[in-house]
């Protein structure tokens, strides 16, 4: 069965711009990059990745879309745009001449609620469409009643399942809001960033699979994929604990289901 990580991360660690990696984040202090995480795909027996954002510029764009020139198994990239900006179709238009460019993402979990609602910011998420880029939409569950006042027919992934407090168990609002989002079936969802909201040293599977299997009942089979969230994810877990941890959820599901997770949806929504 191929098996695609739709969703990691590289950088250049700089403590200035990566401010956001405290010294309770020790282990991700550090450079992350291609020659890292080959490796660890191979071993996990991931055939491939989606590399996103970390930084909100247009040199981070650049930077992985050189990666992914220079490094066959990363298959596309989600990068940072302004959607703000009052040029906005002519930088997508520049950047709708790299392949391997599929989509953008903007931080707003790190903004405030009303931020996009902004009619510059609904304006650049409306052109994406024009140009075939999907939008990755980290938020968390605070966020998703704005986001839903600004839902359209573009191709929209829900990061991290929206960043539900899995620590402290807590579902509501957010199954009933993500309900709604789900109703939408131009929306996807990504089943990563789960073990960063548990108790980091402390959570077990029991903890997690509530969760998962809310977003399974929401969106079913055919709109989740696998993300590691590598590097991030080594706050609570190694690369392959995740991986053993999604699969044993996932057995209870047919193989074509299975795969669906773990590469046939991220192929199609991002077009690989």
């Known amino acids: 069965m191929k098996k695609l990580d739709s969703h990691q991360h590289f950088w250049k660690f700089d403590p200035i711009r990566d401010q956001w990696i405290n010294d309770e984040m020790e282990v991700i202090r550090r450079d992350f990059l291609p020659s890292d995480l080959k490796p660890i795909l191979d071993a996990n027996g991931i ?56 989509g953008f993402r903007h931080i707003l979990q790190a903004e405030p609620l009303e931020f996009m609602l902004k009619p510059e910011f609904i304006r650049g998420l409306r052109a994406l469409k024009s140009y075939g880029f999907t939008y990755d939409v980290l938020v968390y569950p605070q966020h998703l009643p704005a986001f839903l006042k600004i839902m ?51 959570w077990k599977k029991e903890d997690i699979y509530p969760f998962m299997d809310k977003v399974l009942e929401l969106f079913g089979p055919e709109r989740l994929m696998f993300g590691s969230d590598w590097p991030v994810c080594l706050l609570a877990a190694e690369y392959s604990v995740l991986c053993d941890l999604v699969a044993d959820y996932l057995a209870k599901l047919t193989p074509l289901e299975q795969e669906l997770i773990w590469s046939k949806n991220a192929s199609t929504f991002y077009k690989l």
């Open 152 to 202: 359209d027919d573009q191709a929209f992934v829900i990061d991290h399942l929206a960043k539900p407090d899995i620590k402290n168990a807590v579902f509501s609002p957010w199954d009933k809001d993500l309900k709604e989002i789900a109703s939408f079936q131009n929306v996807y969802c990504k089943l990563s960033g789960m073990v960063t909201e548990a108790d980091l040293k402390n």
């Open 47 to 102: 055939d491939g990745c989606i590399a996103v954002q970390a930084d909100q510029s247009e040199q981070e764009t650049e930077f992985l879309l050189n990666l992914a020139t220079e490094n066959d198994f990363i298959k596309g990239v989600v990068g940072w745009i302004n959607l703000c900006a009052e040029n906005i179709d002519e930088r997508l238009d520049y950047y709708s001449q790299f392949p391997l460019l599929k």
